[in-house]
């Protein structure tokens, strides 16, 4: 099994967090992972994307001009990843930041209203772990319990109060992806 990632969405959205946890995981699972962040002034309000890939296999590349799966958090992303997703590979979105859905008929598109949900919730700084939780539900890439490890790894002990709530998150993507027609 091998499954190529990218994260894409606005600087401050969690995306590069989401995706070394999702690679942080991968590691604790005994697979072999890259994590290729990609930022730089857009980390501060512009497009910030990170590509991730998990595999059973060694991995040859980072690089990549194609991908399993795109999460696009915004429509800057949409419109530069959407073509980039393999035909029979799935796209999933943040319905709060696109204006104009994606349009392709050959691959599974999914909507996460994830900032909608966080908001309600009072939860907006863990979003990115509603993302997580709803790509885990479409494609069980890693456990929930190797991500919660991760985010104990991770998180500055300061934070690890924050770990339930980051579950709850988790859970709760999983239950409010939807597969669009």
Known sequence: M???IIISGFGGQGVLSMGKILAYSGLMEDKEVTWMPAYGPEQRGGTANVTVIVSDEPVS?????SYDTAIVLNQ????KFESKVKPGGSLIYDGYGINVPPTRKDIHVYRIDAMDKA???NMIKVFNMV???GLLK??????????????RK?????HHHLIPMNEEAIRTGMD?????P
Not at 76 to 79: G, K
Not at 154 to 158: A, K, M, N, V
């Open 2 to 4: 091998t499954h190529e």
């Open 61 to 65: 590349s980072p690089i990549l001009s």
């Open 76 to 79: 800057p992303s949409l419109e």
């Open 119 to 121: 908001a309600e919730m």
């Open 131 to 133: 993302v997580l939780g």
């Open 138 to 151: 479409v494609h069980p890439i890693v456990s929930i319990e190797s991500v919660l490890k991760a985010l």
């Open 154 to 158: 991770t998180l500055p002990e300061r």
């Open 176 to 180: 409010i992806i939807r597969e669009m």
